[in-house]
């Protein structure tokens, strides 16, 4: 009989990632898998068109739970995912990252004696009043199967005293440096007349868009960038809906607001780019595979190698600091070492790993 892995995903990044680790475990003997799609991205252009353009198996089951507070939302998911679990009896769950619906994937299958693995584990921004450190250390703590993208996310687990915990940290390197390597040459551009020197921005973070000072003050930074290169800023459907809410726009000719891209578009708009600013955790990961300075546009990181190599800078919500990292690495020649992510072959690893656990 083969292994059953019970898949738990619900936000776009997780898509991509379960896209690698789906295919090795396709191309492994005596392994099935069942995927979960919890609802947790439900717009159109964030979620199906996603398993479409990235050929990933269609979700086994939808639970179509969103738009809820984070515990609200985590309950449901736990709610109906334990249901599912006692149902299809799986041999593993298999959860991605630091959403709501990896915490409720794994707290659901530990109370059902059911093994848990956990791809990106280890990270820590130290930082509790982020929603996604909670549950990326709650997962940790539950988990059977650890799956380390960095060096430093192996320190922080032992730091920690996993060691002493019952469970296996494995060093991968980062799955979305598989899908890098997988989808470029699949890479395309999401609409014409994008000029030779532009910068990539995104901004969809809580902790910035539900604090009008912050929020504001990064999209006046953007706007006085926008003063001598083009940005192009794909938004996500929370921030617009926030700015339009305090009727913020912006008519700077040069701030190209943009409707979100699929996955194919932004690694198109990561080739042809000269910087990317934002506040995600996986696109500066992604500046680094394709050689691009990142302005990040938090207090602190996950990815803090990059910060060491001096290929990223934090400047949070503040004007002034954004804009000087900005002109700082217009001003100086970015060095990107090598090999800070594995050697793209993490899915390969994982799907190893995961049949060796049996």
């Known amino acids: 009989m ?20 789906s295919r090795a475990l ?8 069942l995927i979960v799609h919890t609802g947790q ?19 086994t089951y939808n639970l179509d739970i969103h738009s809820l507070e984070h515990g609200a939302m985590t309950g449901r998911m736990l709610e109906e995912l334990e249901k599912l679990m006692t149902s299809e009896k799986p041999d593993m769950v298999l959860v991605y990252g630091d959403t709501n619906s990896t915490l409720a994937g794994a707290l659901a299958a530990s109370k059902l004696h059911i093994p848990v693995a956990h791809v990106e584990a280890g990270l ?13 250390i709650l997962t940790d703590r539950v988990s059977k199967l650890l799956f380390c993208p960095t060096d430093q996310a192996m320190t922080n687990l032992q730091q920690e005293g996993f060691n002493h915990f019952n469970c296996q940290i494995i060093r991968t390197g980062d ?42 003050a990064i999209i006046e930074a953007l706007e006085e960038i926008a003063d001598t290169t083009t940005v192009i800023l794909p938004i996500h459907p929370r921030t617009k809906g926030i700015l339009q809410k305090h009727g ?31 506040d995600s955790g996986g696109l500066q990961k992604e500046a680094y595979f394709f050689g691009k300075p990142c302005v990040t546009l938090r207090d602190e990181t996950e ?3 990059l910060t ?14 954004i804009i000087h990292a900005w002109q700082h690495f217009i001003s100086n020649k970015t060095d990107f070492p090598n090999g800070l992510y594995g050697s793209g072959n993490a899915g390969d690893l994982i799907a190893r790993s995961l049949k060796d656990f049996f």
Request: charged share 25%; hydrophobic share 40%; glycine share 4%.
């Open 124 to 136: 820590r921004s130290f930082n509790m009043a982020m929603p996604e450190e909670i549950n990326r």
């Open 248 to 278: 913020k726009s912006t008519v700077h000719k040069n701030l190209r607001i943009t409707e979100p891209v699929g996955y194919l578009e932004m690694v198109g708009l990561l080739q042809r780019c000269s910087m990317v600013l934002t």
């Open 303 to 305: 990815w803090t190698e």
């Open 41 to 59: 991205h439900f717009d159109d252009n964030m979620s199906r068109v996603f398993f479409e353009e990235l050929n990933i198996p269609h979700p």
């Open 2 to 21: 083969p292994r059953k892995i019970f898949t738990v995903i619900g936000a776009r990044p997780q898509f991509i990632k379960a896209a690698v680790v």
């Open 175 to 216: 799955v979305m440096y598989d899908a890098a390597l997988y989808y470029t040459p699949h890479a395309k551009l999401p609409f014409t007349n994008i000029p030779e020197d532009f910068a990539l921005a995104t901004l969809h973070r809580a902790e910035n868009t539900d604090n009008t000072d912050r929020l504001f």
């Open 308 to 321: 060491e190599h001096q290929v990223n800078m934090l400047a949070g919500a503040d004007k002034g600091k």
């Open 26 to 33: 396709a191309a492994t003997e005596a392994m099935e898998e």
